[in-house]
């Protein structure tokens, strides 16, 4: 039988080719690393995480909570690894990034129907079944392939990663553990500031000089989801303070106040020796990361294990270009997968990739395609990426209840009618699986 070839082995490549070999099919993953390194990149492992260690909400109340519970209902190997590895971080699932990677490379290298390739991938044939997953970040030479499949200009943003602190350089008689709305074991260090405090962080931040891009662009496009803190402090003194600062619900129990802002720090591994700075994504020079972080109370003295990057985001126009399964239009056994096709995140890549995997593994063994319904999160963003504004400016998406088409009526409350489409998502999952 035809091989299926998988270039990546980040969250997309990854899930695609655990869904096709659990099908039968023989994988070939081609994973550039430790070959080479993408500037985001600095591990060997598979499916490294470069950012937030935080996959975001798990009730199915919230979006991606429900494409989560989606995914572990069709059999993710990426969902089994982050369930395997998770920190505390009250309502959210949040991962021992380390750890994490290491599973996901277990788990892959254990599996007999998959054959892992360390080397770059400078060419793409589109006559043998292909699933591109190289992320926002491909190998010059391969970027040159994609063009010529796709004929179209590649469209792009820039993304952030935020800075890692370790943890026993924090000064705690200065901050308090408690998760928003007290969900969770108060799996959160807070970092309160008073208005003088926060007005002095505030004039820091938008006068601290800003590393320069690589690329020479005049006006780069910043994805919202990933702000460098410094671009949203520049919208405005009180923009923080309705973002990552926002203080509502994180009542300080020394004080018995809530304080005028509030920086969180999420654990970062699971022995709980890491915590990153809540969407402090940020572009700064490295010096002023550390003049300037140092002003939050508590991290005076803290020692910085990770200081923030910023690096160029490429993706296609997957609207033009692909179906519902992921797959190309004018090439059907070529699909592409994770952030390059639009999708944002890493459990919204990981799902891109999980129905990239079963499609091509259908249409390998002669099998009907199986399309997601769009009244599910996962079927909801293969239409955003095969539909979504043709004819207008298409940009990247993350899981969220508006792009869901459910026939779920009017709920005032917007938990409860959350609830009641995730609760139709997961019954039209259950009907899926019945066909995979």
């Known amino acids: 039988m035809e091989k299926l070839r998988i270039i990546g082995g980040g969250f997309a490549g990854c899930e695609a080719a655990w869904q096709a070999a659990k099908r039968g099919i023989e994988v070939e993953l081609w994973e550039m690393k430790p070959v080479k390194f993408s500037p985001a990149h600095s591990s060997g492992n598979l499916c490294e995480i470069v950012c937030s260690n935080s996959f975001k909400g798990n009730s ?20 089994e690894c982050a369930d395997a590895t998770a920190v505390p971080a009250g309502g959210a699932l949040a991962v021992d990034r380390e750890k994490f990677a290491e599973t996901v490379t277990e788990r892959i290298e254990a599996c007999p129907n998959i054959t892992i390739r360390r080397e770059l991938a400078d060419f793409i044939d589109e006559n043998e079944y292909t699933i591109i997953a190289t992320g926002p970040l491909s190998d010059e030479a391969l970027d040159g392939e994609i063009a010529r499949l796709t004929g179209k200009e590649f469209l792009s943003f820039y993304d952030a990663a935020a800075p890692v602190v370790l943890t026993e350089s924090i000064d705690f008689d200065k901050v308090y553990k408690k998760a928003r709305y007290d969900k969770g074991d108060a799996d959160y260090i807070n970092c309160p500031m008073e208005k003088e405090e926060y007005e002095a962080f505030y004039e820091a931040l938008i006068g601290a000089e800003t590393a320069p891009l690589h690329e020479e662009i005049d006006k780069p496009s910043v994805f919202e989801g990933c702000m460098p803190i410094e671009v949203m402090a520049k919208r405005g003194v009180d923009t923080m303070r309705y973002g990552p600062l926002k203080p509502k619900g994180l009542t300080n129990p020394k004080t018995g106040k809530m304080p005028y802002a509030v920086v969180q720090l999420r654990q970062d591994n699971r ?24 002003m939050i109370p508590g991290l005076e003295n803290a020692q910085f ?18 179906d ?23 459990v919204e890549s990981a799902a891109s990739g999980m129905a990239a995997g079963i499609n091509a593994a259908r249409r390998m063994t002669g099998e009907e395609d199986v399309i997601f319904p769009q009244n599910t999160m996962t079927g909801a963003l293969a239409a955003y990426v095969s539909e979504g504004a043709v004819k207008g400016a298409f940009q990247p998406m993350n899981a969220n209840f508006g792009i869901i088409k459910s026939s779920v009526g009017r709920i005032r409350s917007k938990k409860e009618r959350y609830g009641a ?9 259950e009907e899926v699986i019945k066909c995979i």
Request: include cysteine.
């Open 305 to 322: 294990l990770r200081l923030g990057v910023m690096h160029r985001n490429t993706y296609i126009n997957s609207p033009h270009l692909l």
């Open 324 to 346: 519902a399964t992921f797959a190309m239009k004018k090439y059907p056994k070529i699909y592409f997968a994770g952030q390059i096709t639009g999708v944002e995140g890493y």
């Open 421 to 429: 489409i995730a609760a139709e998502a997961l019954g039209s999952i």
């Open 271 to 294: 022995e709980g020796t890491m915590y990153n700075l809540v969407g402090f994504q940020t572009n700064l020079k490295f010096g002023e990361q550390k003049r300037v972080f140092s």
């Open 60 to 79: 199915i109340d919230n979006a991606c909570g429900l494409l989560k519970e989606e995914m572990r209902r069709v059999g993710s190997l990426v969902m």
